[in-house]
């Protein structure tokens, strides 16, 4: 006797269209805009499995199909953030007039600006990733590196250095990475006490200042 096996039963039978692996990918999905909801509002401390799955209108059962925990969910939360960011800066950088201090504000303000219209965002991002785990921490550390890399190689050179001038693009990159994190979590935890442009013009002053001369008088040019 012939036993014929569907093509579709290792991919699961489909409901609504759908096949299983598409289901899947909707429900982890919705964890992750769970996510967000609940880490931007509870913190990672005061989110439970119960109420990321509420949040997403779906069981524990389908929490577990898709994450091994809540650390796991936040690291793709993390992650998802980072790159949707990512993708909002370059959009405005690109859609930014040619000149080098037109273009750095375009990208500030993008930044800035997603921190002051999501709060949630600016949680997650400045205050809950510290303090979660050893992979989490790497996580952040990897993923500053990662951003500090796609900004050098999205406008070539930030830096364009003098010969002999003593500095280094990519640590000066870094630092003017560092300062912009460390500039919106101080507005993020002061309340957005400062106005949103004031913001953006002081975090530019310091690319600016950077671009113009470096410790021994002489000029770099910000290559943006």
Same mark, same amino acid.
């Given at each position: 006797?012939?036993?014929?096996?569907?093509? %579709?039963?290792?991919?699961?039978?489909? $409901?609504?269209?759908?096949?299983?692996?598409?289901?899947? @990918?909707?429900?982890? !999905?919705?964890?992750?805009? +769970?996510?967000? !909801?609940?880490?931007?509002?509870?913190? &990672?401390?005061?989110?439970?499995?119960?109420?990321?799955?509420?949040?997403?209108?779906?069981?524990?059962?389908? &929490?577990?199909?898709?994450?091994?925990?809540?650390?796991?969910?936040? +690291?793709?939360? $993390?992650?998802?953030?980072?790159?949707?960011?990512?993708?909002?800066?370059?959009?405005?950088?690109?859609?930014?007039?040619?000149?080098?201090? +037109?273009?750095?504000? !375009?990208?500030?303000?993008? &930044?800035?600006?997603?921190? $002051?219209?999501?709060?949630?965002?600016?949680?997650?991002?400045?205050?809950?990733?510290?303090?979660?785990?050893?992979?989490?921490?790497?996580?952040?550390?990897?993923?500053?590196?990662?951003?500090?890399?796609?900004?050098?190689?999205?406008?070539?050179?930030?830096?364009?250095?003098?010969?002999?001038?003593?500095?280094?693009?990519?640590?000066? %990159?870094?630092?003017?990475?560092? %300062?912009?994190?460390?500039? +919106?979590? $101080?507005?993020?935890?002061?309340?957005?006490?400062?106005?949103?442009?004031?913001?953006?013009? @002081?975090?530019?002053?310091?690319?600016?200042?950077? !671009?113009?001369?470096?410790?021994?008088?002489?000029?770099?040019?910000?290559?943006?």
């Amino acid at each position: 006797m012939t036993t014929r096996t569907s093509s %579709s039963s290792s991919r699961g039978r489909a $409901y609504g269209g759908r096949s299983l692996d598409e289901r899947r @990918s909707k429900r982890r !999905a919705q964890f992750v805009e +769970a996510g967000i !909801a609940v880490f931007g509002r509870d913190g &990672f401390r005061g989110a439970t499995v119960k109420s990321l799955c509420r949040e997403a209108g779906l069981t524990e059962r389908y &929490f577990y199909e898709s994450f091994a925990n809540s650390e796991a969910l936040f +690291a793709e939360v $993390y992650k998802t953030l980072v790159k949707r960011l990512e993708d909002d800066v370059v959009a405005a950088i690109d859609a930014a007039p040619a000149e080098p201090e +037109a273009t750095a504000r !375009a990208g500030l303000h993008v &930044f800035f600006e997603t921190m $002051y219209r999501q709060p949630g965002t600016a949680r997650i991002l400045l205050i809950e990733i510290f303090g979660i785990s050893g992979d989490i921490d790497r996580l952040y550390r990897e993923t500053t590196q990662n951003f500090t890399r796609m900004l050098q190689e999205l406008v070539g050179s930030i830096f364009a250095l003098g010969e002999g001038s003593g500095t280094d693009a990519r640590i000066l %990159s870094t630092g003017l990475v560092g %300062s912009t994190i460390h500039i +919106a979590m $101080y507005w993020t935890l002061n309340r957005y006490g400062d106005p949103l442009e004031v913001v953006v013009e @002081s975090s530019l002053a310091l690319y600016v200042a950077m !671009a113009r001369q470096d410790e021994n008088g002489k000029t770099i040019r910000l290559a943006l």
